[in-house]
């Protein structure tokens, strides 16, 4: 008889993976400028290294049983929480942007046309309710990991060793272990409102079991993709190196790889467009003027060149992501656990149940 918690963990396991997909290498750009730029071997052990600091991050957020951002003391909890709802509009920004950098790299097509669907698809389900995002997330994930980790092992085994291009922007990081401790810092802030909402599901041990599970099948992706990337020099000249990398080992797998990637972006996009609504002051709940008025400002704001808004966004946000993961080690380390968080910093677990569920009592 299977364990009773393990369908939970296994779709936990799969949630965790596809929201760090969207911000972590649906495109390809983030691999790329984190830790191909730093060559073949730094960037390999860059990726192991962030895949490992996020499995810690990631153990900790889905077995805390207090608010993210309160962990780290009244005075930082504030700072963060006050700087969370315009950091995640930048992430989300960012989404709209690959979308469009998806859409013209994989099918020729204005950016324009990507951008606007990732905008109308995200609406749509925010304006739907996300009570059930955790089961939608857990069965994408794993097979978005599956189709990237094919292209990858496809390419390592059919093209030649290459040493990769310099990317266009500069390093985001003096060092290769430094860009490592700044992608799974920001990678760790777009998902510490959903850990906590969905750690607050499971027990502790399953919630453990999950991020490693999760981050584990993340990092080998990562991994990988960056060893592919160093077998295609001319992949780094692209918008999005993911789409050409599979263009490259297969063109005719290009109209399979962007809907499967476009789904990697909207799996944390939407949770991205539901946390800035619930965070901004105004009416409780999923306000449609609200939702409306975000959505159509990202819009607006993702015209800008899509490496370019990646290069300067998710360093800033990384940093932020360190703070808060030394304040949850630091606090799980030398403190007794939190049962109330500080006063400026919103529940989690309210930023993705909708309204109704909450009356309803329907879970994640």
């Known amino acids: 008889m299977p364990h009773p918690h393990k369908p939970g963990t296994i779709a936990a396991a799969g949630a965790v993976i596809a929201c760090l997909i969207g911000?972590?290498?649906a495109s390809g750009q983030e691999v790329l400028q984190f830790f191909t730029v730093y060559g073949r071997e730094r960037g390999a052990m860059g990726g192991v290294l962030a895949s490992v600091l996020l499995g810690v991050g990631t153990a900790l957020l889905l077995t805390g049983r207090q608010n993210a951002f309160s962990c780290c003391g009244p005075l930082a909890g504030?700072?963060?929480?006050?700087?969370?709802?315009?950091?995640?509009?930048?992430?989300?920004t960012v989404m709209l942007a690959g979308a469009g950098a998806l859409v013209q790299t994989g099918f020729g097509l204005p950016a324009l046309l990507g951008r606007a669907g990732m905008l109308v698809v995200t609406l749509v389900t925010v304006l739907a309710g996300l009570g059930r995002m955790t089961d939608i997330l857990g069965r994408a994930g794993p097979l978005i990991?599956?189709?990237?980790?094919?292209?990858?092992?496809?390419?390592?085994?059919?093209?030649?060793?290459?040493?990769?291009?310099?990317?266009?922007?500069?390093?985001?990081?003096?060092?290769?272990?430094?860009?490592?401790?700044?992608?799974?810092?920001?990678?760790?802030?777009?998902?510490?409102?959903?850990?906590?909402a969905?750690?607050?599901?499971?027990?502790?041990?399953?919630?453990?079991?999950?991020?490693?599970?999760?981050?584990?099948?993340?990092?080998?992706?990562?991994?990988?993709?960056?060893?592919?990337?160093?077998?295609?020099?001319?992949?780094?000249?692209?918008?999005?190196?993911?789409?050409?990398l599979v263009a490259d080992l297969w063109p005719r797998a290009v109209a399979a790889a962007v809907p499967v990637l476009l789904a990697?972006?909207?799996?944390?996009?939407?949770?991205?467009?539901?946390?800035?609504?619930?965070?901004?002051?105004?009416?409780?709940?999923?306000?449609?003027?609200?939702?409306?008025?975000?959505g159509l400002a990202g819009f607006a704001a993702s015209g800008a060149p899509f490496g370019q808004l990646v290069a300067a966004l998710y360093p800033l946000i990384g940093w932020f992501g360190l703070a808060l993961t030394a304040g949850a080690v630091v606090a799980r380390?030398?403190?007794?656990?939190?049962?109330?968080?500080?006063?400026?910093?919103?529940?989690?677990?309210?930023n993705f149940t909708p309204s109704e569920s909450k009356k309803d009592g329907a879970s994640l």
């Open 23 to 25: 911000a972590g290498f």
């Open 78 to 92: 504030r700072l963060l929480a006050g700087a969370s709802p315009l950091l995640l509009f930048g992430v989300y």
């Open 145 to 196: 990991v599956a189709f990237v980790l094919a292209a990858a092992l496809g390419t390592l085994l059919t093209a030649p060793p290459a040493e990769p291009l310099a990317a266009a922007a500069d390093p985001p990081a003096r060092s290769w272990w430094m860009a490592a401790l700044v992608y799974a810092g920001y990678n760790l802030f777009l998902l510490a409102p959903f850990l906590q």
């Open 198 to 244: 969905m750690g607050s599901r499971l027990p502790a041990r399953s919630g453990i079991i999950a991020a490693w599970l999760g981050c584990g099948g993340f990092g080998a992706a990562l991994v990988l993709l960056h060893l592919a990337f160093c077998r295609m020099p001319t992949a780094l000249a692209d918008t999005a190196p993911a789409v050409a």
């Open 264 to 294: 990697g972006g909207y799996t944390t996009a939407a949770p991205l467009l539901f946390s800035v609504c619930e965070a901004l002051p105004g009416k409780e709940g999923r306000g449609r003027w609200k939702v409306l008025l975000v």
């Open 333 to 350: 380390l030398v403190g007794p656990p939190v049962d109330k968080p500080c006063s400026a910093c919103y529940d989690a677990r309210q």
